[in-house]
């Protein structure tokens, strides 16, 4: 395309934006609702699946000797575990170092393990791995082999957060489908506006034998700058909102008891990329709407 | 030129807008068209410049099979035709210049050559002096020059007045009718529909008379009506 041409359509496309500026503004306000209700359904799915991997990396996986272990099957069990690449850190707790763990957990109330000595406890391996996916693999290789009694980690919390992810994901999919459906006919009929007032313009452009696309150009360039004025917008609108809940979320986590569990992404990590989401969900709105539009009276 | 090969035109609703016309115009011809409404001619008009499609038979348009032609090159036709209206329909908004460059614009000519050819297409129009005037500033003979002008402007091969002087007074009609025949001498080929009896009686030009779909008269030098 020519570069005169470019400069034509651009300046159309804000000159239809300015003539129609009621309108406009109607649609750039539906862009934003609908940005920012798929926002919020964006921002839970980007926190939520931040602190699943953030707790599957820190799952701790617990593999309890028999009371009875032989040193060999213990050693076994050790060097299966030493030799495996998946594993990215272990430790070794026998039954004294078990016990001397317990006691510093209750040097508060040590009646709580009074009479209980080291013998009672069950020698141990804490595992760390390096992806959190091998785990259901990984313990069960553990688990057929000789001297190991039980292994605990805490996978049913887990699978619950990923399917609770993938329902959100969900959601936000049909919630998206939804307010595109919504914005994309409001734009259209903004830009309807303008296409009627220059009816006479297009039929005139037709018979002098301009190409649809020409016709086109300048209403593709109004329905995208009200897309991204639109996404603009609840940009800033979310960074703002954003931005107070995940400091007052992370500074104040400890205080109300949830400690490590939950923490929220900070707004510069993730800022770009929403920014990018909004732009172009919000000039597909744009587009759609403006083709829908002008088709009607591209059929001369 | 422009070929017509056997020719009927149905419209969906059933209405017949052309029943088997054959016909061909040579390059620089000069042909009016004439018929009561509804006798074919706005549908001879429409066929030519592809605003309809034949439901049988062959049209042929400079170098383009309107029977068969993709949609994509239904511009390129259109570059080759200059259309002039009965409502001129001129934009309100642009002065008489910006409304002749306009056409130049929409076909992507270089800026250089709008500067040289839309003063040249004033000029021969005789509106040079009007160039910064908007179209309610002129009176209608004005604005149909502007229109012929826009028409001629990219240098079209064919030029197609659909009643271009449906809308004006008689003794500007023959103002019109004129500058239309001088652009005929120029070279470039002329079709004309109209109900204006006068005209056609006294420019003596080749006429096609429709009724109902059918070309019942074609003579050279012609009259309006059977009667001389």
């Known amino acids: 395309m020519k570069i005169r041409t470019m400069k034509y359509m651009v300046k159309e496309g804000f000159a239809n934006t300015y003539k129609n500026l009621l309108m406009t503004i109607a649609s750039v306000s539906m862009v934003v609702a609908s940005l920012l209700i798929f926002g919020i359904f964006l921002m839970f799915t980007i926190n939520l699946s931040f602190n699943l991997n953030r707790l599957k990396s820190q799952t701790e ?31 070794r707790l026998s039954k004294e170092q078990a016990f001397a763990q317990l006691a510093t957990t209750y040097i508060e109330d040590l009646e709580i393990i009074e009479g209980l000595t080291p013998e009672f406890l069950n020698e141990s391996f804490r595992i760390h791995l390096n992806n959190p996916d091998d785990i259901s693999e990984f313990t069960e290789e553990l688990s057929e082999m000789n001297g190991v009694e039980e292994i605990s980690y805490p996978m049913e919390s887990l699978n619950k957060l990923s399917t609770l992810m993938h329902w959100v994901n969900v959601g936000s999919m049909v919630v998206l489908a939804l307010l595109l459906i919504i914005s994309v006919s409001i734009i259209s009929n903004t830009i309807k506006l303008t296409v009627y007032a220059r009816r006479r313009e297009i039929g005139i452009m037709k018979y002098i034998g301009a190409k649809d696309w020409f016709i086109r150009g300048p209403f593709v360039i109004e329905g995208m700058i009200i897309g991204l004025v639109g996404a603009i917008l609840s940009f800033v609108l979310t ?62 | 030129m422009i070929e017509f090969k056997d020719v009927t035109k149905y419209y969906p609703n059933g209405a017949i807008g052309l029943d088997n016309v054959s016909f061909k115009i040579e390059k620089g011809e000069f042909v009016f068209i004439v018929g009561h409404s509804g006798s074919g001619k706005s549908t001879l008009l429409k066929l030519i410049l592809h605003e309809e499609t034949p439901s049988s038979g062959e049209v042929y348009v400079n170098e383009f099979a309107i029977h068969d032609m993709l949609k994509s090159e239904i511009p390129y036709l259109r570059r080759g035709l200059g259309v002039v209206f009965q409502d001129f329909r001129l934009l309100p908004n642009k002065t008489v210049y910006e409304n002749v460059a306009f056409a130049m614009q929409i076909v992507e000519a270089q800026p250089k050559d709008i500067r040289r050819q839309v003063p040249v297409a004033l000029a021969l129009v005789g509106l040079s002096k009007k160039a910064r005037s908007y179209p309610n500033q002129l009176s209608g003979g004005e604005q149909q020059r502007v229109a012929v002008a826009r028409a001629l402007v990219n240098n079209p091969s064919i030029l197609i007045a659909d009643e271009p002087t449906g809308n004006l007074d008689p003794e500007t009609s023959w103002e019109i009718m004129d500058l239309i025949e001088e652009i005929n001498q120029r070279g470039t080929t002329v079709i004309v529909a109209t109900h204006e009896k006068n005209i056609v009686d006294q420019m003596k030009k080749r006429v096609f008379n429709l009724e109902y779909g059918k070309i019942t008269r074609d003579v050279l030098e012609g009259n309006y009506t059977n009667e001389d």
Not at chain 1, 262 to 269: C, I, Q
């Open chain 1, 239 to 300: 960074s703002y909102f954003y931005n107070a809940v995940s400091t007052f979320v992370n500074t104040n986590a400890v205080e109300y008891g949830l400690n490590d569990l939950v923490r929220m992404v900070s707004l510069s990590n993730i800022g770009g990329q929403i920014f990018l989401i909004y732009s172009i969900i919000g000039m597909v709105m744009g587009l759609i709407g403006s083709f829908i539009s002008v088709r009607k009276y591209l059929n001369v």
């Open chain 1, 61 to 91: 996986i617990v593999v309890f000797l028999k009371s009875d272990v032989a040193v060999m099957e213990a050693d076994d069990i050790e060097l299966k575990i030493e030799s495996d690449e998946r594993v990215a850190n272990y430790i």
